[in-house]
């Protein structure tokens, strides 16, 4: 559902397409139930992450350890540096 919802509300620009489908990816790929459903401090930092963050480049720069971004977008992040050292 969580998943739906991000693709309604987020398609067409507002965020990249990209940072948008490994989100939910991520989403429908973690084996956390709580993440079956977000809060709505979740739902708001992601849109903030995906504008400050909108691209590899400069996830790249991203640091959890002076992050003050939900544990989910660290997650994320962790997600999408395992994707990475996938390729």
């Not at 939910?24 to 504008?51: G, P, V």
Request: proline share 2%; net charge negative; hydrophobic share 40%.
């Amino acid at each position: 559902m969580v998943v739906a919802l991000l693709k309604m509300c987020l398609t067409g620009g507002r965020v990249t397409a990209h940072r948008l489908d490994t989100f939910c990816d991520f989403l429908e790929a973690t084996k956390d139930a709580s993440y079956n459903k977000i809060t709505l401090d979740q739902w708001r930092s992601f849109l903030d992450f995906s504008y400050e963050f909108p691209d590899a480049e400069t996830l790249a720069a991203y640091d959890e350890s002076v992050s003050a971004w939900p544990v989910l977008l660290d997650e994320y992040v962790e997600y999408m540096e395992n994707l990475g050292k996938k390729k």
